[in-house]
């Protein structure tokens, strides 16, 4: 959660950047921590292009519902709620676990569309307290790999089973993504553990009733991905001949609609 705050502040000074979080550079000035020890370096641009990414589809999203509730899962110190000025008539959730969310809270208070929830996604309590009234997205962004397999696929089902109509959006790694992230130092030195590989949009839909494919994406197919810089493109390239390694982080986007009763 800080390295990715810090990727984004970091790509707000930069000379061109790819999200211009004016947030993250706010928040990363006002948090007293040795940002150094987040350990980034090439990992910026593969933090900003997915955030950018996750923007791009939310806002389809809002344009097409000026009514909706939004579920932003694992929402860490990200700004979404605020790059993105939802209307009136959107209730946005920002969803982590309580001490992120008391952090939060110092930075950007509560009101009426914007609310914090206090809890870990997979507790089955928080989903009730939120009103069921409306299309609803839920954006999970750098948070599926954090989860058990089996959490998170009843956490998906619940969000389906519970909501009228709406989206899922969320990233995840393949067995080989997982792999390599786990020996990735910057999250070691954060000491999480990493626990749900998604090998492909099949494991979703075949576990998830109700959900259709929007599209599913390498990373590198995301138009976000041409402003990361070049040397890492031409590798992406390179290894991408290799489906394992092409697929290895990937971008999902379903949709869900109830039926008429029966
Ligand atoms: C890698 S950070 C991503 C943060 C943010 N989405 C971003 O892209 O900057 C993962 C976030 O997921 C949260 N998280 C992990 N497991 C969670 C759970 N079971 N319930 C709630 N939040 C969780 C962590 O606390 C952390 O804020």
């Given at each position: 959660?800080?390295?990715?705050l ?8 930069a ?9 993250a550079r ?11 020890r987040?350990?980034?370096g090439?990992r910026l641009?593969?933090v900003?292009?997915?955030?950018a ?6 806002r389809?999203f809002l344009?097409?519902?000026?009514v909706a ?7 860490g110190l990200?700004?979404r ?7 009136p008539?959107?209730?946005w959730?920002d ?6 969310t008391?952090?939060?809270e110092?930075f950007?208070?509560?009101?009426d569309?914007?609310?914090l929830?206090?809890?870990s996604?997979t ?10 009234d409306?299309p609803?997205l839920?954006i ?8 058990a397999?089996?959490?998170?696929l ?13 989206e899922?959006?969320?990233d995840a790694?393949n067995?080989?993504?997982?792999a390599?992230e786990?020996?990735?130092g910057v999250v ?10 998604v090998?492909?949009p099949a494991e979703?839909l075949?576990?998830?009733p109700g959900?259709?494919?929007i599209?599913a ?5 995301a138009?976000t991905?041409?402003s ?12 991408s001949v290799?489906?394992?390694l092409?697929?290895m982080?990937?971008f999902?986007?379903y949709a869900?609609e109830?039926?008429?009763e029966a």
């Amino acid at each position: 959660m800080l390295a990715t705050l810090y990727a984004k502040a970091l790509d707000a000074d930069a000379e061109h950047p790819v999200l211009g979080d004016t947030y993250a550079r706010d928040l990363v000035g006002r948090i007293d921590y040795d940002w150094g020890r987040t350990g980034l370096g090439a990992r910026l641009a593969a933090v900003t292009m997915r955030t950018a990414h996750f923007d791009d589809w939310a806002r389809e999203f809002l344009e097409a519902h000026d009514v909706a509730t939004v579920l932003h899962l694992g929402c860490g110190l990200d700004s979404r709620a605020f790059r993105l000025r939802p209307g009136p008539g959107v209730t946005w959730y920002d969803v982590d676990y309580p001490d992120v969310t008391a952090l939060r809270e110092r930075f950007y208070p509560p009101t009426d569309n914007y609310r914090l929830v206090p809890a870990s996604v997979t507790d089955s309590g928080w989903l009730s307290t939120i009103p069921a009234d409306r299309p609803t997205l839920m954006i999970a962004e750098g948070l599926t790999m954090y989860l058990a397999r089996d959490d998170g696929l009843t956490l998906l089902r619940r969000i389906v089973e519970g909501f009228p109509s709406g989206e899922l959006q969320f990233d995840a790694f393949n067995r080989v993504g997982l792999a390599a992230e786990s020996r990735n130092g910057v999250v070691r030195r954060s000491s999480s553990a990493l626990g749900w590989a998604v090998d492909g949009p099949a494991e979703i839909l075949a576990a998830i009733p109700g959900v259709r494919l929007i599209t599913a994406m390498p990373a590198s197919h995301a138009t976000t991905f041409a402003s990361v810089p070049r040397r890492y493109r031409v590798a992406s390239r390179i290894v991408s001949v290799i489906p394992a390694l092409k697929m290895m982080a990937q971008f999902h986007r379903y949709a869900f609609e109830k039926g008429p009763e029966a």
